[in-house]
């Protein structure tokens, strides 16, 4: 059962580009403030976004850096699939890395990067709640995120070059982890090809690949 819930936690973790933001108002103290945040996630399942400086909600985490944040997909049958994190946010310096993933899923940003006011945060989780339709929600310690082979930054990049080429009927590879991997298709539509086998260390990661392209092509047809 805990690993039905963290394979939807990753799903949805990899579903879409934005996710809604609740953080801790200082205008309007004890009240939420929810906003939209573009995002990604780092090695270890970890959302990352570039917030500016003069946005309400970076404002609010300078002051409490609690906040929750939530991805939502609909389902083929018209329910509704649920994450919702529950921790921390805190700013982080970035690595050449990093930032090179962040701008292959979100490439507008790089005009951002430029202006000085912008700077990278990182969600840590404490717990998330799965909600994969009705009656189906259950909590999920923070820490079940961490769990998969963590596929550092550089071997991200080495291999999103290397197997940029056979995904490119599919759309643009833009990153790997050790469940899956994530695409954009021609119409600016995210994809998601998941391994059968997850999570996988990165050696495992063409092989699997390839197969999930074979299996998706296989299934369309």
């Keep these: ?5 963290l394979e939807l936690a990753i799903e949805l973790l990899h579903s879409a580009d934005e996710a809604a933001l ?8 004890g009240h939420p403030f929810a906003s939209q945040v573009p995002f990604i ?4 399942q970890r959302p990352v976004m570039l917030l500016s400086g003069l946005a309400e909600h970076t404002r609010n985490l ?4 609690r906040a929750s944040l939530m991805i939502a997909r609909t389902l083929g049958d018209g329910e509704v699939a649920r994450l919702s994190l529950v921790g921390d946010i805190t700013r982080i310096a970035a690595d050449e890395q990093l930032v090179a993933r962040y701008l292959r899923y979100h490439p507008h940003a790089a005009r951002f990067l430029q202006l000085g006011d912008f700077a990278f945060h990182r969600f840590a989780p404490r717990r998330a709640m799965t909600i994969g339709g009705f009656a189906r929600a259950a909590w999920l310690e923070g820490e079940r995120l961490l769990d998969a082979p963590a596929i550092a930054a550089e071997v991200d990049a080495a291999l999103v070059e290397s197997l940029a080429a056979i995904c490119a ?16 298709d021609a119409h600016g539509r995210r994809l ?5 086998a997850a999570p996988l260390p990165a050696a495992a990661i063409p092989a699997a690949l390839r197969a999930a392209l074979a299996m998706s092509d296989a299934s369309a047809r």
Excluded: I, K, W, Y
């Design 192 to 196: 998601r090809l998941d391994f059968a």
């Design 22 to 29: 609740a953080t801790q108002s200082v205008s309007l103290p």
């Design 62 to 65: 300078a002051a409490d850096p």
């Design 1 to 5: 059962m805990t690993a039905s819930r």
């Design 169 to 184: 009927t599919r759309g643009r590879l833009l990153g790997l982890d050790s469940h899956g991997a994530d695409l954009r």
């Design 41 to 44: 996630t780092d090695e270890l």
